[in-house]
């Protein structure tokens, strides 16, 4: 098999780090029952190019729960004092960085969070999960009558002629199937939930079962499949199908196997 990676058939992300772009949506964020922020100018940062951060304004920060931890930390966007946070009872240490005079300009007096850290964050009034959303990024939803055929180790997964395809800037195309175009006697309900800042809270995930004819016994591959039983409503039309992992399944689509993508894996 051939180490080189597979060609790229969907669009990459192509912001820089340490970009930094005004964020004209209303920004909050709660810990325990409290509003830590509201701040209408909040202010995208991309420590890394597939997503940005939050950086929050002090002004508009309940300074009361932050709490310094004199431990000041170096990075290309300046000095920043970490802090922790401390809402009655609840503490959460190097949860918040605080950046002074020396950063860069347009994150001087500007505060970043750590994401998991707080209990919820808010786009306007919606709940937003995992990180922020990046205003670069598209998420299509699209109905299709191209053939998608799913199998792993030869074993038939899902056979669709009606597929939904999912095209988000970065990731690879990923295809829903109906239910009724999978084959359940393969596939293991689990308990893993999972959240996407676009699509919203998994309703449920399987892993696959294979029978293996060396050992006489299943391989199970955990967590193959996924499904949104509840999604935003701008990804209604994948509510309650299920996709499967490119990196970990064979895709064929109108008969052409799809070479597996090279990708960082993670988490629907």
């Given at each position: 098999?051939?180490?080189?990676p597979?060609?790229?058939?969907?669009?990459?992300?192509i912001?820089?780090?340490?970009?930094?772009?005004?964020?004209?949506?209303?920004?909050?964020?709660?810990?325990?029952?409290?509003?830590?922020?509201?701040?209408?100018s909040?202010?995208y940062?991309?420590?890394?190019?597939?997503?940005?951060?939050?950086?929050i304004?002090t002004?508009?920060?309940?300074?009361s729960?932050?709490?310094?931890?004199?431990?000041?930390?170096?990075?290309?966007?300046?000095?920043?004092?970490?802090h922790?946070?401390q809402?009655?009872?609840?503490t959460?240490?190097?949860?918040?960085?605080?950046?002074?005079?020396?950063?860069?300009?347009?994150?001087?007096?500007?505060?970043?969070?750590?994401w998991a850290?707080?209990?919820?964050?808010?786009?306007?009034?919606?709940?937003?999960?995992?990180?922020p959303?990046?205003p670069?990024?598209?998420?299509?939803?699209?109905?299709?009558?191209?053939?998608?055929?799913?199998?792993?180790?030869?074993?038939?997964?899902?056979?669709?002629?009606?597929?939904?395809?999912?095209?988000?800037?970065?990731?690879?195309?990923?295809?829903?199937?109906?239910?009724t175009d999978?084959?359940?006697?393969?596939?293991?309900p689990?308990?893993?939930?999972?959240?996407?800042?676009?699509?919203?809270?998994?309703g449920?995930?399987w892993s696959?079962?294979?029978?293996?004819?060396?050992?006489?016994?299943?391989?199970?591959h955990?967590?193959?499949?996924?499904?949104?039983?509840?999604?935003?409503?701008?990804?209604?039309?994948?509510?309650?199908?299920?996709?499967?992992?490119?990196?970990?399944?064979?895709?064929?689509?109108?008969?052409?196997?799809?070479?597996?993508?090279?990708?960082?894996?993670?988490?629907?």
């Open positions: 098999m051939s180490d080189q597979a060609p790229r058939d969907y669009p990459q992300m912001t820089p780090v340490n970009h930094i772009e005004p964020v004209p949506r209303r920004i909050r964020g709660y810990l325990g029952g409290q509003m830590l922020f509201d701040t209408m909040a202010r940062v991309w420590e890394s190019p597939k997503y940005p951060q939050y950086y304004p002004a508009d920060v309940d300074r729960a932050l709490v310094d931890e004199d431990q000041p930390q170096q990075s290309s966007r300046g000095t920043a004092r970490r922790s946070l809402v009655g009872d609840i959460r240490p190097a949860a918040a960085k605080v950046y002074g005079a020396d950063a860069l300009p347009e994150l001087v007096d500007t505060v970043w969070f750590r850290t707080l209990d919820a964050w808010f786009e306007e009034d919606e709940q937003v999960y995992v990180h959303r990046n670069y990024t598209r998420v299509d939803a699209l109905r299709s009558t191209r053939s998608v055929r799913i199998e792993l180790s030869g074993v038939l997964l899902a056979d669709s002629e009606s597929p939904v395809m999912v095209f988000e800037t970065g990731l690879p195309t990923r295809y829903y199937i109906d239910p999978v084959s359940f006697g393969h596939l293991v689990t308990s893993t939930v999972t959240a996407c800042p676009y699509k919203g809270t998994t449920g995930y696959v079962r294979i029978p293996d004819p060396a050992t006489g016994s299943d391989t199970v955990k967590d193959l499949a996924w499904m949104y039983a509840f999604p935003t409503r701008q990804l209604l039309p994948i509510s309650g199908l299920l996709a499967f992992y490119n990196e970990r399944v064979d895709i064929f689509l109108e008969g052409r196997l799809l070479p597996r993508p090279k990708t960082h894996f993670f988490r629907e």
